[in-house]
């Protein structure tokens, strides 16, 4: 069984940049979808963007997210990327990288967190204003 492992959560100042990685090893094969999560303080988990993996696709984001945070993918690393400029107090949560083995996504919200059976430990972001 594979895992996935984030990284890059830290402290910033409203305005600020972070960007988080998301390491998937050990996996028998390519996810069709890798996405992020988060959860914010007293929230319920919630959907920040996600990748259909291959070639010809883009990411799709939340309304929060779109215009401030990029989603991309490092193929021959296997690494999935959040990179997150203008950042504000309410995006402050835990960050988790999500991947769906199975093409459970596909016809279905990418939001939809039961359609991703591999979840990271998550990693913190805290943004002070």
């Known amino acids: 069984q594979g895992q996935l492992q984030e990284s890059g959560g830290g402290s910033v100042q409203a305005g600020g940049s972070l960007t988080l990685s998301c390491d998937a090893s050990?996996?028998?094969?390519?996810?069709?979808?890798m996405a992020w999560f988060r959860r914010r303080p007293g929230e319920e988990r919630e959907g920040v963007g996600a990748l259909r993996l291959g070639p010809g696709h883009s990411p799709v984001y939340s309304d929060s997210a779109k215009g401030r945070f990029t989603i991309s993918m490092e193929y021959g690393k296997n690494t999935l990327t959040l990179q997150m400029n203008m950042l504000a107090p309410e995006d402050t949560g835990i960050y988790y990288c999500a991947a769906d083995l199975y093409g459970r996504v596909r016809g279905n919200p990418w939001y939809d967190r039961s359609r991703y059976g591999q979840w990271g430990q998550g990693t913190q972001v805290t943004v002070s204003s």
């Open positions: 050990g996996f028998t094969h390519s996810p069709a979808w």
